[in-house]
C-alpha cells in the first residue's frame, strides 16, 4: 500500500506529460486527485502501512500530513482546468506533469522514514515545483525561479550534512550507524550529545530554509509571488509541511535521547523571529501575493514555535498544520483569481476586487480573517491552544510576544488586503481580464468550509489522529 501510493500519481504524471490533447491533460490532474483521496482513505483506515523493509512507515504525525494535504490538492486539481481554460499560453504539459509529481514526491515524504530518503525527496520536491513558479515565463519568474533553486541547494545541502552527523553520533557511541528512524529512535540515549546537537542545528536551519523560517526565508516573496495559485498553495500548504515534518522527525530523536529542552529552545527563537520579521514586511506591502508569502513565513514560526513550547502545545501544532493549509489554498486560489482579473497584484492596479469580483474578493476576506486567527475559524482554535500552553506552562513573556505579533500581523495584512478589496477599480482596469468561474471558484469555498468546520468542530477520526500525532511528538 505505502509504494502505491506513490507510484499512481507518477504514473498520472507520466500519463499526462505524454497524452497529446491539452484539453484532456488538466482533467487527468483531477483524476488522480480524486484517485488518490480514495486511496489515502484506505491507507488512513490501515493500521499497519509500510513498505521497503522500513524505509517507507505511515506513522501518526505522516498520517496527518499525508491526509490533509491530500485533501488540499483534490480542491487543486478540480481548480487546474478552470485555470488553465484561461491560460492560452503556457506549456500545459509541463505544468500538469510537475502538479502530479508533487503529490508523488509529498507523499513520498509523509512516508519516508529513512532520513536520507526524506532528504532526496525534499530535494526532488524542489526541482519538481521550479517549473511550475517559471510557468508564467516572466523576467522576474526567471528570477524567483533562481533564487528558489539557489537558497533552497544551501539549504538542503545544510541538512545533508545534518544527517551525516546524526548517522555519526550512533557511530561515535559504539553504536551501528543508521539513518532509519526506527534506529535512530533505538540508539538516542546512547548517541554523542555534542555530534546530536550540530547535527539538530543543521537539520533545523537546512529544513527551515524549505520551510521559510526567518532568516532563510528570502526566496519565498519572489517565489510565492511569481507562482501561480495552484503552484503556491502546493508550496505554503504542502511542501513546507513536508519540511515541517522533517524536522519534527529529528525533534523526536532528541526527545528520545532526552534533549528535548536543547531542541526547544532554538524553535522558540527561530519562531517569534519569523513572526516578527513577517509582520514588519506585511506593513505598506503593495504586492498582495508577496503578503501571502510573508504570511506563510509567520505561520512556519507559529509552528517551530508551538513545537518548541512542548506539552498541549504539540496538539495545537498539529492541528495548526492543517488549519494553515487549508486557509492557504483559500488565499492563493482567490488571489490568483483576482491578479488575472485585473492584471496586476499591485495595490496601486487593484482596487475594488469585492466589486469587479465578488466570489473571488469575498473569498480572500474570509480567508484574510482565518489566516490572522479571527473566530470561529480554525486558525483561531489551533492558535488559541498554543497561547494556552504558554500560559498553562508559566511561559507568559513568550505568550505575550505570540499575541503581540499576532495583532501586528493583523494590522499589516489587514492594511494591504482592505486597499485591495474596498473602493471602485480604476478606470484602466475596468474591464475583466479574466472572469470568475465556477472551477475557478468553488474549490476555494470547499477549502473555506473546511477552515469553518475545524473551529467550530473537529469529526472524531480526524481528532483521533491528531491526537496520535500529538502523543508521538512528546515521545509517547
Not at 22 to 32: A, H, N, S, Y
Not at 375 to 401: D, H, K, R, W
Not at 453 to 465: A, D, H, K, S
Request: proline share 5%; with cysteine; charged share 10%.
Amino acid at each position: 500500500m505505502a509504494l502505491i501510493l506513490i507510484i499512481v500519481p507518477l504514473c498520472l504524471a507520466i500519463t499526462a506529460f505524454l497524452v497529446p490533447w491539452d484539453r484532456l491533460r488538466p482533467w487527468i490532474v483531477t483524476i488522480g486527485g480524486v484517485v488518490q483521496l480514495g486511496l489515502v482513505a484506505v491507507a488512513l483506515a490501515t493500521p499497519d502501512v509500510h513498505g521497503l523493509n522500513g524505509w517507507l512507515v505511515l506513522d501518526p504525525v505522516g498520517r496527518v500530513v499525508l491526509g490533509f494535504t491530500t485533501v488540499l490538492f483534490v480542491a487543486c486539481s478540480f481548480y487546474v482546468p478552470g485555470y488553465l481554460a484561461q491560460r492560452p499560453a503556457g506549456n500545459k504539459r509541463i505544468f500538469c506533469a510537475c502538479v502530479l509529481l508533487v503529490l508523488s514526491i509529498l507523499t513520498l515524504i509523509t512516508e519516508a522514514y529513512h532520513l536520507g530518503l526524506m532528504w532526496v525527496a525534499i530535494e526532488a520536491s524542489t526541482l519538481a515545483t521550479a517549473p511550475l513558479l517559471y510557468f508564467n515565463r516572466t523576467p522576474r519568474s526567471l528570477e524567483a525561479v533562481w533564487k528558489y533553486l539557489l537558497i533552497g541547494s544551501v539549504g538542503i545541502a545544510l541538512a545533508l550534512l545534518g544527517c551525516f552527523f546524526l548517522g555519526y553520533a550512533s557511530l561515535y557511541a559504539g553504536r551501528a550507524p543508521s539513518l532509519l528512524l526506527n534506529d535512530l529512535l533505538h540508539n538516542a540515549p546512547y548517541m554523542s550529545r555534542s555530534w546530536l546537537h550540530a547535527a539538530f542545528i543543521l537539520l533545523l536551519v537546512g529544513y527551515g530554509t524549505k520551510m521559510g523560517l526567518a532568516p532563510m526565508h528570502t526566496w519565498k516573496p519572489d517565489a510565492y509571488g511569481e507562482a501561480p495559485g495552484v503552484a503556491g498553495t502546493l508550496l505554503a500548504g504542502g511542501l513546507t509541511s513536508g519540511a515541517f515534518l522533517a524536522i519534527l522527525r529529528i525533534y523526536r530523536v532528541c526527545i528520545a535521547a532526552g534533549e528535548g529542552n536543547f531542541a526547544r529552545k532554538p524553535m522558540i527563537v527561530l519562531g517569534l523571529f519569523s513572526m516578527l520579521v513577517a509582520g514588519l514586511f506585511m506593513a505598506k506591502q503593495k504586492d498582495f501575493k508577496r503578503m501571502l508569502a510573508y504570511s506563510s513565513v509567520e505561520h512556519m514560526g507559529i509552528l517551530v514555535l508551538g513545537i518548541g513550547l512542548g506539552g498541549a502545545a504539540a496538539f495545537g501544532t498539529v492541528l495548526h498544520l492543517m488549519n494553515n493549509g487549508f486557509t492557504k489554498g483559500v488565499l492563493f486560489l482567490s488571489a490568483g483569481n483576482i491578479h488575472r482579473a485585473f492584471g496586476s497584484k499591485s495595490t496601486d492596479d487593484v482596487r475594488g476586487a469585492l466589486k469587479k469580483v465578488p466570489y473571488s474578493g469575498a473569498l480572500l476576506l474570509a480567508g484574510f480573517f482565518a489566516i490572522t486567527g479571527t473566530p470561529p475559524f480554525g486558525p483561531f482554535l489551533s492558535e488559541f491552544t498554543i497561547f494556552n500552553a504558554a500560559i498553562g506552562s508559566g511561559q507568559y513573556l513568550i505568550g505575550a510576544l505570540f499575541l503581540l505579533m499576532l495583532v501586528v500581523v493583523f494590522v499589516g495584512m489587514g492594511a494591504t488586503l482592505l486597499s485591495v478589496l474596498q473602493g471602485e477599480p480604476s478606470p484602466s482596469t475596468a474591464k475583466v481580464l479574466a472572469p470568475e468561474r465556477i472551477l475557478t471558484v468553488a474549490p476555494a469555498i470547499g477549502l473555506l468550509a473546511i477552515v469553518l468546520m475545524l473551529g467550530i468542530y473537529i469529526p472524531t477520526p480526524v481528532e483521533t489522529l491528531l491526537r496520535a500525532a500529538a502523543l508521538s511528538l512528546e515521545g509517547r
